[in-house]
Each structure stands twice: as structure tokens, then as C-alpha cells.
């Protein structure tokens, strides 16, 4: 049976593929039109994952959308009335859109999907929709390694619920609590990410990298002024401060009086006002999450949580819930934004629609290391680098990882390109920039001359599984760089001037003997990589400790600051060709900048 899912329209469309329970294909289509957070309908996705099976959409049993656009149009409406007749301009600018692809969607799918594959049968699909969160928590349950746990969904909005809490047993979900739209805490960080001058629905990750360089002097007034939280974690805002229900802002006036300063504009200096409301959002969002985690886990006595939505991709609230909620496991759904709704959207057809069993072997997930998407072969591969009159070399494995080793004990860049591409937001070792994390220099070579990004933005380890311990507090495995870990005492390095250091100074100093992966905080967001789940990267990493005797790379996505992550070898090259990376992989064949800089010259 091939089930396949589909989100669209509002943010980080995606299509993934079941066959079973089992999944052959996801991506974003993002990767293949190159449009960061792409929303529109994911041709190229569907088209992408119809190959990678071998079928055409004759094959597919039945076809699911993440949500119901009646519920979400009820809901634009219903707010639209109650602010009346303020948010009139937003309204006349939702409206076309609505009116034209939102509303008529099942419409709009069939038409998509006739025009990937002329010879489709549309008279005799199988259409139907899933509610937003209802994607969200079956992405976060059934790939997962339990078979039963509570399951807790947050984010911006579905169609009317925000936070939704769920109970997984089995093959059933049966969703026991939500807290509903405006009261929201994807919305409220949002808020601020708006306010920091970031981009909403896309720059939330920079607010919690900017937050340990600030301190929490605005929680107070979070708690006194913008949320009532309740002993339960159930909360409510008060909407006086926020404009996102009827405006084209997030934030109102009165949000700017209480802070006393307008939002600030992206091309603005950060200085220590922003970074103290970074921080105090960051820890404001702790304390309610980990509130209502830990009111869960007092009510149900349940010791796993799942968790899916877009506040789940926060790594710090993660760790904070597995650490003091009393959950004793936590699994994270690595593609926890929308896009993982399609594939939330598949499942939840599979158990729950259809009433198909679970395997009820508690191990490992289903997600295969979230490497689902596009791979190449070597004729591939070997075409567009002479294409590009690029000089290269083919290597085999065993010699390849240990060239890598060499270069980044030297102090190279390495952009690395191998197997099948990751779904979800991080790269994972398929569609990686690789350097040396002892090297000081490094996190500022990577963030100025490579990503073009914010100094300020941290770097994550991809670490040896068997060393996590050695270097890290807790000892968690975490292969979806989906929690954060704090440098142990041992390898941090301490200055006696360090205490009065603050704001953006506290990049000046080496804070550990691997401070290219190293926060102002001493935490890293880390990549536990495991032999038998992920054995070419696992190989790569031991080829780099067997050298060096540390077992840790740099790892960040291969891609430059607001572009998505490459998805093509033509796009590996590109963005090699247009930075510093020195090394460029792609499966066995090995570039050289150095060799090309050479050739240009003679």
C-alpha cells in the first residue's frame, strides 16, 4: 500500500511517501526550487518521491493533506469579525489568496496532481485531510521508538489549536487537551523573533542562538504583563500587546511601550537591549513548556514523551523537559515544522484511518537517520563535474575519509556530499559543511567567509556515540541534533577576566578545547553519531579521531545564509565555488580549490 502526504500553502511545504509503515521518500520543496520555506504546492517533491519508489500516482492508494482549510478559513474569519473594523488591510490581503487556492483545495490538489501525471485517474483518488495537529502528533508517535507515550504538539496555529496533548498507544492516538488560537507559544516567540528584527517563520532558531549572550532581566515582565501562566502550563496572552490577529505586524504599541523601544530593523546594530530579550523570551518559553511537561507527566505517569511542532525544534526547551519534566525518554520528531506534516498526514491515514497495527517492538525509530531524501550516482555525479571543467580525483572510501581527516586537521573547510539527502532542517552528515572544532578561528571562518551569516551564530558537533560521554553532560543520545549537552569542566578553559565579559566579547575567548562547537555558555547542540545507524559519517568522524584523537567535527549545513540546504551535485558546486570552502566531496570524488585556483592562473 503507498500512501502519500502532502503540506502546502503556509510555510515548508513537503511530500513524503509510505509504503506500509515504512517510509520510502520525503523532501522538501525547498531543496528543488531553491526558495527558502517554499510554500507553494510541492511538485517537485511528489515528483521526487514517485521516483525514488519507482511508481506513478496510479499506484497510490490514498493521497492526504496535512490539514483542514474550512476549520483554518473559519478561523481567519471568526478573528477578522471579532477585531472588527480593525485589520481591515490584512483582511483584503488574506482574502485573494483564500479565495483563489486556499479555500478550493481539494480542487487545487487534483489539478496539481494531474499536471505531474497526465495519465492519473483523478475520478478514483482516494482525497482526504488530517488536521493540522493531528499531523503534527502522529509524526511525533508512530515513527517513534514507543509504544505508548504522551504526546505534546506546539506551535504558531493549526486551524485553531496551538498546543495539543495526546495519548499514543499502539496504533491509536486519542488527543485529550488543547489550548487554541490566539493563545499561543509559537506565536509568542514569534512575537519577538518579529520584534528582534527577524524574519517570522524562519529566524526563530536565531533568537535561542542569540540568547546566551544576553540575561533574563525581562522575565518579569513577560510573566507580569504578556502571559498567565497556570501551575497546570496552561496559559493565555493578553492580546493588547500583540497585533498578529488582525494586523500586519506581530507586535502592537503597547508591546513597544512596555519595552520602551520600537521593534528593531534588520539592518540594525544588536546590541545588549535585544540580546536580554532573546535570552528573557528563551527562558519566559522554558518555563512554560517545561511547566506543562511536567504537569503531563504528573497526570498520565507516563514515562515517554513525543513531541512534534514548530517549538519543538527548539533544542534548549528539549533538554530542559528531559532533564526535570520526569519523563524519563523523550523522542523529537527531527522534521518537527510543517514539513513533517506530510509525513505526519501519511501515518496518521495508515494507523489510524485505515486501523493498520504498529510494531509493538520498542527500539529504535523509523525515520532512517531522517535521510529520506534525493541521492545520485556516480555516472551522475561524474557528468557535472566535467561539465564544470572541474579538476577531481575518485577516491575509495577507506582513503577518502582519511584524506577528509588530513585536510581538516590542517585547518580546511570540507563541503561534504554523500548518500541521500536529510529531511528536516538539519544537516546530518549527507549534505554537510565539515571543519576542525579545536581551532578557535573557526566558528568566525565559518559564520563570515563561508555561511555569509551573524558572528554570533553557534556551530554544532557531530560526535563519536561511544564519546558523547567523555566530553558532554548528559550522556543523551540525540542523532537529530535535537538536544543541547553542556561541555564538561574538564575541557572548558578558564579565564580570570571572563566574568566581566559580556555581550558579543564573550566570542573573544576560547571557552573549551573545542570551542569551535562550543556556545558562550559552554552548551553544544550535539549529534551523537551512531556506527550502525549512520556508518559512512560514523567512518568519516573516526577517521578524524584516529588522526587527531579528538571525536568530534563541526558540522552545519551545506548551504549559504538564507539559501536552503544543496540538493543537486550542481548545487554543491555552486556554493563551493562561491565561498571559502577549500574541499568539495561529492560521493568518492574529491575537488580541490587550491587546484583550481591553479588552473586559473596557468
Known sequence: MYILGISAYFHDSAACLLKDDYIAAAAQEERFTRKKNDESF??????????????????????????????????????YLSFAPSGFISF?????????????????????????????????????????????????????????????????????????????????????????????????????????????NCDEYKVMGLAPYGKPVYVDLIFKYLVDLRGDGSFRLDMQ???????????????????????????????????DLACSVQIASERIMLTLARGLFNEYHIDNLCMAGGVALNCVINSKILKQSGFKQLWVQPASGDAGGALGAAYAVYHQYLGNRRDEEEGTDKMQNALLGPSFDDHDVRECLVANNLRFKKVNRFDLHKGIANHLNEGKVVGYFRGRAEFGPRALGARSILADPRRADMQSVL????????????????????????????????????????????????????????????LKIKSSVIPAVTHVDHTARVQSVNQNSHPDFYSLIKAFYDLTGCPTLVNTSFNRMDEPIVNTPQEAINCFLQTNIDILVIEGYCIKKEDIRRNSRG
Open 42 to 79: 510541492p511538485v517537485n517533491a511528489i515528483k521526487y518521491c514517485l521516483l525514488e519508489a519507482g511508481i506513478s500516482l496510479n499506484k497510490i492508494d490514498y493521497i492526504v493533506f496535512y490539514e483542514k482549510p474550512f476549520l483554518k478559513f473559519e478561523r481567519l474569519v471568526e478573528t
Open 92 to 200: 483584503m490581503k488574506a482574502m485573494p489568496v483564500w479565495l483563489k487556492d486556499k479555500l478550493f483545495l481539494k480542487k487545487n490538489i487534483l489539478k496539481q496532481l494531474k499536471s505531474i501525471d497526465g495519465s492519473w485517474d483523478e475520478k478514483n483518488a482516494n482525497l482526504l485531510f488530517t488536521t493540522h495537529h493531528q499531523s503534527h502528533a502522529a509524526s511525533a508517535f508512530y515513527p517513534s521508538p514507543f509504544n505508548k507515550a504522551v504526546i505534546l504538539t506546539v506551535d504558531g496555529a493549526g486551524e485553531w489549536t496551538t498546543t495539543s496533548v495526546s495519548i499514543g498507544t499502539g496504533n491509536k492516538i486519542e488527543q485529550v487537551k488543547e489550548i487554541c488560537f490566539p493563545h499561543s507559544i509559537g506565536l509568542l516567540y514569534s512575537a519577538f523573533t518579529y520584534y528582534l528584527g527577524f524574519k517570522v
Open 241 to 275: 500587546y500583540f497585533n498578529y490577529c488582525q494586523g500586519l505586524t506581530m507586535t502592537s504599541p503597547c508591546f513597544d511601550k512596555l519595552f520602551g523601544s520600537p521593534a528593531r530593523k534588520p539592518t540594525e546594530a544588536i546590541n545588549q537591549f535585544y540580546m
Open 447 to 506: 559564520n563570515q567567509k563561508i555561511k555569509f551569516r551573524e558572528s554570533f551564530r553557534p556551530f554544532a558537533p557531530a560526535v563519536l556515540a561511544e564519546y558523547v560521554s567523555t566530553y558532554f553532560d548528559p550522556e543523551i543520545a540525540s542523532p537529530y541534533m535535537l538536544l543541547v549537552n553542556t561541555v564538561k569542566p574538564e575541557f572548558r578553559i578558564a579565564l580570570a577576566d571572563e566574568s566581566r565579559l559580556s555581550g558579543f566579547d564573550l
